[in-house]
C-alpha cells in the first residue's frame, strides 16, 4: 500500500540533490516510495529510541545506572539509515546519538539498556563502555569509543579493505563478509568536523574512491559550543566541497521521507563505486547533551521551543495521521506495545548479572595467540645461512619472507613504496623508505599490498585499525619516533583498546615500525628522541627494541605472526652498524616477546639494558674488567612485556644492578625497572640500584652537546666503579 499524495510529494519535494540537479525520475521516487509497513516500522523504531533515551534517564535519576548520552533529536535520520543500509553486510561506525540507526539495524533494546547496567551480556562492550557507545559484532558495528572523531580513519580504513581485496583477489576467499557492493557507514556530530581527523578521513575517501558514507548529524552545538564557532561559516558541508567525487547531500534530518531519500541516493551512489558521499543532516537536540550537561545554562529558552517544535517522532507521528497511514488508536498501540518493551526490558537488564571482577584483565591481550610462549620459541635451534647482514637487511628480509607467506599482509607509511608512480619504476632505483628497510617490497608484492601514504600519522594508524579489523594484516611505518605523536589518539584510545573494550569482539592486531633513538651526530631534538616509557604503560601494546639484526629479524617476525597490536621500535644508529650482523637465521625463525638475552656473562654486577646502550655497556664491561670487576649485560630486547625471570636470576646472583637505556633519567623506562628489583629483590641487594640515562632535556644538535646528554660507555664504566666500590 503506498502513502498518500501528502507523503508522495513530499518525497518529491526531495528529489533534487545538492545542486538543485534532478538525480532521481518521478518515476524511480514512486518506485521506491517507502509502503506503510516501512513507515510504521520507522515510526515505532523512533519512538522506541526516545523512550530507551526516557528510561535511561530515570533510571540515572534513581542511581540504577552511571551515565546516560540521548539520540534524542536525531532519530529520523538515522532511522531512515538503518532501512537503507543493511545489516552484517554493510559497516558501521556509529557514534553516541546513533541509538535509532541501531535499533533499525536489529539491535534490541534489551541490548541497550544492558550496557546501561554495565551487564556482562551487553553485546556493545561487555560492561567495558559507558553506554550508547555501540558494537554488535553480528551487525557488524565495530566497537566505538569516546574520543570524538577517531571513528572516522578506522572507517576509511574498513571501506580501503574491501577496496584491496578487488585488487587481490586471492584473499576474498580468506575473509569473512565481503561484498562487492558493500558500504561503510560513519557518523558525526556536526562538533567533530573541527577535528583533523575528519579531514584526513576525507581525503584518503576522495583519494581513493572508497564507498564510505559520511552522515553528519548537526544539531547546532558541541555541548555548549554552536556551530558557529566551531566551523567557518556555519556550514561545513559548504567547506568540503573542493574535495573530488565527493557526493554532498543535504537535508532536514527531522524529516523522515526527506531523509530517507537523501540516504538512499547517498548509499547507492557509494554502492555504485562512484566514491564516498557525504550526507549533512540538520537536527534538533532537544535534551541536553548528557546527563552531566545543563543546556538551560547556554540556550535560552526560546530557542529550546523553536527545536522543539521540529521534534521528529510528534512530527512523523501527525504526518502518519494526517496521511492515512494510520489513525490515532493504532498509533497509541505502537507507542503502548513499544513502552512496554522497554519497561520489561529494563526490568531484565536490571536484574543481568555484572562482569565478575577477576575478568577484570581478559582480553588485554589476545586469549588465542601467546606471543611469549614456546611456539615462538626457535632460537636454540636457529641454524645460520650466508653472509652476514645488518639490522636494515634482516628487517628487510624478514618482510619479503613474511609477505610471501600471508597474502594479507599490507605495507604502508610515508615513502615507504619503491615509487609512487608505478610507470616509472623500471627507470628509476627506487625509494623503499628513508632507511632503505622497505625497499623492493612494492616492486615484488604490488602497489596493492605496498603503497605511501599521506604525510598524516593519525591516517597510518587509524586506517591500519580499520584494514585490521577486516581480517588483514598491516605492517606501518610511522617515518621517526619523533613525530609519532599525531597517532598518539589512535595509538592510545583505539589501538591498544580495541580488543579489550569490545570483551574480545574486535581486534586490531597493528604492527607499527618505528625508527628511534639518537647517537646519530646531526639528528638534533625532533629525530632523536627515546621515549618509550609512554607507550610501554599502554595496557594492551606490545613494545619490542632490538638491539641487533638477528634479534630484529626474529622478533619483527613473531610481531607479524601474532594478534596483538605491535610498536617495533628500530634504532636509527643501530641499521648499520657492523658489529651487530648475522647471518639469514631462516624463515621460520623466532624469537619470543619477553625473553630477554644474556650477552655478556659476570658475577659481580648487572646491567639491564636494550637498544643501543647494549653495545655501550658492553664496552664499559670489558674495561670494568680491567679492573677486575665481572659485570654481567642484559638485553631485555622486549620492553613490554619484560623478563622479570631473567632480571631476578641475574641480579640475585650478582647482588649489585644498574639499569642503563637511552631515555631521559626521570620517569624513564628504568624507574618501573628498578622500583620493581628495589621492592622484589631488596634482601639480596648489596648495593642501591643506580640509573644511567639521559640527561633530563632534549637532544641536542652540536656533537659535542649530544655527546654530554647521551649516555656513553664512559658514563656507564663510571657507574659499574662506583656501584662496585659501595
Known amino acids: 500500500?503506498?502513502?498518500?499524495?501528502?507523503?508522495?510529494?513530499?518525497?518529491?519535494?526531495?528529489?533534487?540533490?545538492?545542486?538543485?540537479?534532478?538525480?532521481?525520475?518521478?518515476?524511480?521516487?514512486?518506485?521506491?516510495?517507502?509502503?506503510?509497513?516501512?513507515?510504521?516500522?520507522?515510526?515505532?523504531?523512533?519512538?522506541?529510541?526516545?523512550?530507551?533515551?526516557?528510561?535511561?534517564?530515570?533510571?540515572?535519576?534513581?542511581?540504577?545506572?552511571?551515565?546516560?548520552?540521548?539520540?534524542?533529536?536525531?532519530?529520523?535520520?538515522?532511522?531512515?539509515?538503518?532501512?537503507?543500509?543493511?545489516?552484517?553486510?554493510?559497516?558501521?561506525?556509529?557514534?553516541?546519538?546513533?541509538?535509532?540507526?541501531?535499533?533499525?539495524?536489529?539491535?534490541?533494546?534489551?541490548?541497550?539498556?544492558?550496557?546501561?547496567?554495565?551487564?556482562?551480556?551487553?553485546?556493545?562492550?561487555?560492561?567495558?563502555?559507558?553506554?550508547?557507545?555501540?558494537?554488535?559484532?553480528?551487525?557488524?558495528?565495530?566497537?566505538?569509543?569516546?574520543?570524538?572523531?577517531?571513528?572516522?580513519?578506522?572507517?576509511?580504513?574498513?571501506?580501503?579493505?574491501?577496496?584491496?581485496?578487488?585488487?587481490?583477489?586471492?584473499?576474498?576467499?580468506?575473509?569473512?563478509?565481503?561484498?562487492?557492493?558493500?558500504?561503510?557507514?560513519?557518523?558525526?556530530?556536526?562538533?567533530?568536523?573541527?577535528?583533523?581527523?575528519?579531514?584526513?578521513?576525507?581525503?584518503?575517501?576522495?583519494?581513493?574512491?572508497?564507498?564510505?558514507?559520511?552522515?553528519?548529524?548537526d544539531n547546532g552545538y558541541a555541548i555548549s559550543v554552536p556551530v558557529e564557532v566551531q566551523t567557518a561559516g556555519g556550514d561545513v558541508s559548504r567547506l568540503v566541497e573542493g574535495f573530488p567525487g565527493l557526493y554532498i547531500q543535504r537535508c532536514d534530518g527531522t524529516e523522515v521521507i526527506e531523509s530517507l531519500e537523501t540516504m538512499r541516493r547517498a548509499v547507492d551512489y557509494c554502492r555504485q563505486r562512484k566514491g564516498p558521499s557525504l550526507v549533512h543532516a540538520k537536527v534538533i537536540r532537544p535534551y541536553s547533551h548528557s546527563l552531566s550537561d545543563d543546556e538551560k545554562l547556554y540556550r535560552p529558552d526560546e530557542e529550546r521551543a523553536s527545536d522543539a517544535e521540529r521534534d521528529p517522532v510528534k512530527r512523523f507521528g501527525a504526518l502518519l495521521i494526517d496521511s492515512g497511514v494510520i489513525d490515532q488508536d493504532g498509533l497509541q498501540r505502537i507507542k503502548d506495545e513499544a513502552d512496554r518493551e522497554v519497561n520489561e526490558a529494563a526490568d531484565k537488564a536490571?536484574?543481568?548479572?555484572?562482569?565478575?571482577?577477576?575478568?577484570?584483565?581478559?582480553?588485554?591481550?589476545?586469549?588465542?595467540?601467546?606471543?611469549?610462549?614456546?611456539?615462538?620459541?626457535?632460537?636454540?635451534?636457529?641454524?645460520?645461512?650466508?653472509?652476514?647482514?645488518?639490522?636494515?637487511?634482516?628487517?628487510?628480509?624478514?618482510?619479503?619472507?613474511?609477505?610471501?607467506?600471508?597474502?594479507?599482509?599490507?605495507?604502508?607509511?610515508?615513502?615507504?613504496?619503491?615509487?609512487?608512480?608505478?610507470?616509472?619504476?623500471?627507470?628509476?632505483?627506487?625509494?623503499?623508505?628513508?632507511?632503505?628497510?622497505?625497499?623492493?617490497?612494492?616492486?615484488?608484492?604490488?602497489?596493492?599490498?605496498?603503497?605511501?601514504?599521506?604525510?598524516?600519522?593519525?591516517?597510518?594508524?587509524?586506517?591500519?585499525?580499520?584494514?585490521?579489523?577486516?581480517?588483514?594484516?598491516?605492517?606501518?611505518?610511522?617515518?621517526?619516533?619523533?613525530?609519532?605523536?599525531?597517532?598518539?589518539?589512535?595509538?592510545?584510545?583505539?589501538?591498544?583498546?580495541?580488543?579489550?573494550?569490545?570483551?574480545?569482539?574486535?581486534?586490531?592486531?597493528?604492527?607499527?615500525?618505528?625508527?628511534?633513538?639518537?647517537?646519530?651526530?646531526?639528528?638534533?631534538?625532533?629525530?632523536?628522541?627515546?621515549?618509550?616509557?609512554?607507550?610501554?604503560q599502554i595496557p594492551g601494546l606490545r613494545v619490542i627494541y632490538p638491539s641487533n639484526a638477528l634479534d630484529a629479524n626474529g622478533l619483527l617476525r613473531t610481531a607479524i605472526r601474532c594478534d596483538d597490536p605491535v610498536l617495533f621500535l628500530e634504532h636509527k644508529h643501530l641499521y648499520r652498524q657492523a658489529y651487530n650482523k648475522s647471518a639469514y637465521p631462516g624463515d621460520d625463525f623466532m624469537i619470543p616477546f619477553g625473553k630477554a638475552k644474556k650477552v655478556r656473562e659476570g658475577k659481580d654486577l648487572t646491567i639491564i639494558t636494550y637498544g643501543a646502550l647494549v653495545q655501550r655497556s658492553l664496552v664499559a664491561a670489558k674495561q670494568a674488567e680491567q679492573q677486575g670487576i665481572s659485570v654481567e649485560v642484559i638485553d631485555l630486547r622486549s620492553l613490554a612485556p619484560y623478563d622479570w625471570n631473567a632480571i631476578a636470576e641475574s641480579v640475585k646472583r650478582t647482588n649489585r644492578v644498574i639499569v642503563a637505556h637511552e631515555d631521559s633519567l626521570s620517569f624513564g623506562y628504568g624507574a618501573e625497572i628498578a622500583a620493581r628489583i628495589a621492592a622484589e629483590l631488596f634482601e639480596y641487594l648489596d648495593a642501591p640500584v643506580k640509573r644511567v640515562c639521559a640527561l633530563d632535556t632534549f637532544v641536542a644538535y652540536a656533537p659535542q652537546l649530544e655527546d654530554a646528554i647521551l649516555p656513553q660507555p664512559a658514563d656507564v664504566a663510571k657507574a659499574i666503579t662506583e656501584l662496585k666500590g659501595y
Open 350 to 536: 536490571l536484574a543481568s548479572p555484572q562482569p565478575a571482577q577477576d575478568t577484570a584483565t581478559d582480553f588485554v591481550f589476545s586469549p588465542d595467540v601467546d606471543p611469549t610462549s614456546p611456539q615462538f620459541d626457535t632460537e636454540d635451534q636457529v641454524q645460520l645461512s650466508g653472509n652476514p647482514g645488518t639490522m636494515v637487511d634482516l628487517i628487510n628480509r624478514t618482510l619479503h619472507t613474511e609477505m610471501a607467506r600471508d597474502p594479507g599482509i599490507v605495507v604502508f607509511g610515508e615513502d615507504v613504496a619503491d615509487c609512487s608512480r608505478e610507470q616509472y619504476l623500471e627507470s628509476v632505483k627506487g625509494k623503499g623508505g628513508v632507511f632503505k628497510v622497505t625497499a623492493n617490497l612494492q616492486r615484488n608484492f604490488g602497489g596493492a599490498r605496498v603503497f605511501n601514504s599521506p604525510l598524516a600519522e593519525a591516517n597510518i594508524v587509524g586506517r591500519a585499525i580499520g584494514l585490521a579489523t577486516r581480517g588483514l594484516k598491516p605492517v606501518v611505518e610511522i617515518q621517526f619516533f619523533d613525530y609519532i605523536w599525531p597517532a598518539m589518539h589512535q595509538i592510545r584510545n583505539e589501538l591498544a583498546l580495541m580488543r579489550w573494550r569490545s570483551g574480545g569482539d574486535w581486534k586490531s592486531p597493528v604492527v607499527m615500525r618505528v625508527p628511534v633513538g639518537g647517537y646519530l651526530k646531526g639528528g638534533a631534538v625532533y629525530h632523536s628522541q627515546s621515549g618509550v616509557s609512554t607507550f610501554t
Open 1 to 217: 500500500m503506498k502513502t498518500d499524495t501528502k507523503v508522495l510529494k513530499l518525497v518529491r519535494k526531495t528529489e533534487s540533490d545538492a545542486d538543485g540537479s534532478n538525480d532521481l525520475s518521478a518515476q524511480a521516487v514512486e518506485e521506491q516510495l517507502p509502503d506503510r509497513k516501512l513507515l510504521l516500522e520507522m515510526y515505532r523504531t523512533m519512538y522506541l529510541s526516545r523512550r530507551l533515551d526516557d528510561k535511561e534517564i530515570q533510571l540515572k535519576g534513581q542511581n540504577r545506572i552511571f551515565f546516560q548520552i540521548s539520540g534524542a533529536g536525531h532519530e529520523a535520520v538515522l532511522a531512515a539509515a538503518g532501512v537503507v543500509l543493511k545489516p552484517s553486510y554493510d559497516w558501521f561506525y556509529p557514534y553516541y546519538r546513533d541509538r535509532a540507526l541501531c535499533l533499525q539495524l536489529g539491535m534490541t533494546p534489551l541490548e541497550m539498556l544492558q550496557s546501561a547496567v554495565g551487564a556482562e551480556a551487553d553485546p556493545n562492550s561487555h560492561g567495558r563502555q559507558m553506554p550508547s557507545h555501540w558494537g554488535h559484532k553480528k551487525l557488524n558495528i565495530v566497537s566505538q569509543s569516546s574520543p570524538t572523531g577517531t571513528q572516522l580513519l578506522q572507517a576509511v580504513g574498513c571501506a580501503e579493505a574491501a577496496y584491496r581485496f578487488q585488487l587481490i583477489p586471492e584473499l576474498q576467499k580468506r575473509v569473512e563478509g565481503f561484498h562487492d557492493d558493500e558500504v561503510t557507514y560513519v557518523s558525526v556530530g556536526e562538533g567533530t568536523t573541527s577535528e583533523g581527523e575528519f579531514w584526513e578521513a576525507l581525503n584518503t575517501a576522495c583519494n581513493l574512491k572508497l564507498p564510505v558514507v559520511f552522515l553528519v548529524e
